[in-house]
């Protein structure tokens, strides 16, 4: 197929929907599409803006995939258009804008067989596999992240999530309240901890054997898999993914065991299909991050603690005018804020106006615990970083701490990102960006890790 060629069924297609034929620019663009070329080399080459070159190849991109039953991105578009155009050719011949309806009704026609053909050869029952997921008998707040996964998952197709967030604030929580809820739209749903195992193969055995009652291919599981995502609509959770990345280096460098996850992750994106794939993680990595979420089937869910006194309800506190306070200083992250409450029940009574009196912020074992386990992950340059920052008592720009570190411009540059890629250090927007800890946090680093 040559750009001729491509041109004129795109033509054809565009035609079809808006009674209108590609212009100069629409025309250009597509060439660049096809070529390979980004937006940016594409705008140079025809004096736009990269904006409106994006503008002019995303509705463009739109129309394709409204007209082709399938989704048409810059990615697939040479692939999928090259597919189609062969399919299409075969049936009736290209270059006729009259016959066009008739190609776009035998290609609908063709994708429903398609469809059917793999409902006929799909197994019958539906597989959910619990097991490794928590019982949540208490859920509180939270309302607006229910909402954006449920956007995301079932308007959007999203298929690559990442709900990311501090060790405590409730990742776990929400996604197994989501699935809760929302169990019945999905033909498969399964959950699985990388705390418990690792193993990609086992995981992906576990689930073909679920769906296809034992008959697992040994070789090709990847295909076989893909194929599953493909007939059915799955739903996988893999919880705890920060145990498949190094410790003592920067944040999400995937372990050399455990790069075959890598190879997932971004195939779950880059493969067409119609499940989705949730990663909870107290670390980011590079793969769950997307610059063009237009072009990208990725979100990131990053959770900030909770607002809400509601949470506090039924744990019998006295004062309720006062927990709102108490929210504030553990910055509404519900395990350090059950770690408190029982520490001001057996202390205080559960008065906890006398415990705010005392005007100290306890770092409870139970807390230390969790973020010496953190911190232990943390590379040196980061540990020096967030050392540095919790002797400032305010935030702090980056030449502040550059100034009062020996460490090169490109390792402190490095090692905030990371500490934010770890929700360990908070950016604080404004017209000098500074940069902070958390008052857990601080307080965490100032009496526990000072030599
Ligand atoms: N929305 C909520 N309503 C009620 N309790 C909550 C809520 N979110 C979290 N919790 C409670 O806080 C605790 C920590 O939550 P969760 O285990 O989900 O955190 P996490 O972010 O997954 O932490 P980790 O990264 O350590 O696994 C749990 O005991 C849970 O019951
Ligand atoms: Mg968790």
């Known amino acids: 197929m040559d750009v001729k060629e491509v041109l004129q069924f795109a033509d054809e297609l565009v035609f079809a929907q808006t009674g209108k034929h590609l212009d100069d620019i629409q025309e250009t663009v597509i060439k660049g599409v096809w070529q390979g070329q980004t937006y940016e080399t594409i705008a140079d080459e025809c004096h736009r803006s990269e904006s409106h070159v994006r503008d002019i190849g995303y509705k463009l991109l739109q129309i394709l995939s409204k007209q082709l039953g399938e989704d048409v991105n810059k990615y697939n578009f040479r692939s999928t258009i090259e597919r189609i155009y062969v399919k299409s050719s075969q049936v009736i011949g290209i270059g006729n804008h009259h016959k066009f309806n008739f190609c776009s009704q035998t290609l609908d026609q063709s994708h429903q067989d398609n469809q059917q053909n793999q409902a006929k050869s799909k197994p019958s029952s539906n597989f959910h ?181 509601s949470i506090m309800k039924n744990w019998g506190l006295k004062d309720d005018e006062t927990w709102a306070q108490l929210i504030k200083l553990y910055e509404g992250n519900p395990v350090y804020l059950k770690d408190i409450v029982s520490l001001i029940k057996n202390i205080f009574g559960g008065k906890v106006a006398d415990f705010l009196n005392e005007d100290s912020l306890i770092v409870t074992k139970d807390m230390k615990s969790r973020l010496t386990k953190l911190f232990k992950r943390l590379s040196p340059r980061e540990q020096e970083i967030v050392l540095q920052l919790s002797k400032f008592e305010q935030p702090v720009s980056r030449e502040d701490l550059r100034q009062s570190l020996s460490l090169s411009s490109m390792d402190l540059m490095n090692g905030l990102e990371s500490l934010r890629q770890r929700y360990l250090v908070k950016r604080i927007e404004g017209e000098q960006v500074l940069f902070d800890l958390s008052l857990v946090v601080r307080e965490y680093v100032r009496t526990c890790c000072q030599n």
């Not at 229910?146 to 929580?173: A, D, E, F, P, Y």
């Open 129 to 309: 596999d619990l097991t490794l997921a928590p019982k949540i008998t208490h859920f509180y707040d939270r309302t607006t992240e229910l909402q954006t996964l449920s956007h995301w998952l079932t308007h959007q197709n999203t298929r690559l999530i990442s709900v990311l967030g501090l060790s405590g604030i409730g990742k776990t929580t929400l996604v197994k309240q989501f699935v809760d809820l929302n169990l019945q739209q999905f033909d498969v749903v399964v959950w699985k901890n990388l705390k418990l195992s690792q193993s990609l193969d086992g995981i992906i055995t576990e689930i073909l054997t679920g769906v296809n009652h034992d008959s697992v291919q040994p070789d090709n599981k990847l295909t076989q898999l893909f194929n599953v995502l493909r007939q059915k609509k799955c739903l996988i959770i893999l919880d705890d993914i920060q145990e498949l990345f190094i410790k003592g280096d920067w944040a999400g460098q995937f372990k050399t065991e455990y790069k075959n996850y890598q190879n997932l992750f971004t195939m779950m994106t880059e493969i067409e299909h119609q499940s989705s794939l949730i990663l909870i993680s107290q670390e980011q990595c590079q793969e769950m991050i997307c610059l063009d979420e237009e072009l990208y089937p990725i979100k990131c869910l990053e959770l900030e603690g909770v607002e809400s006194r």
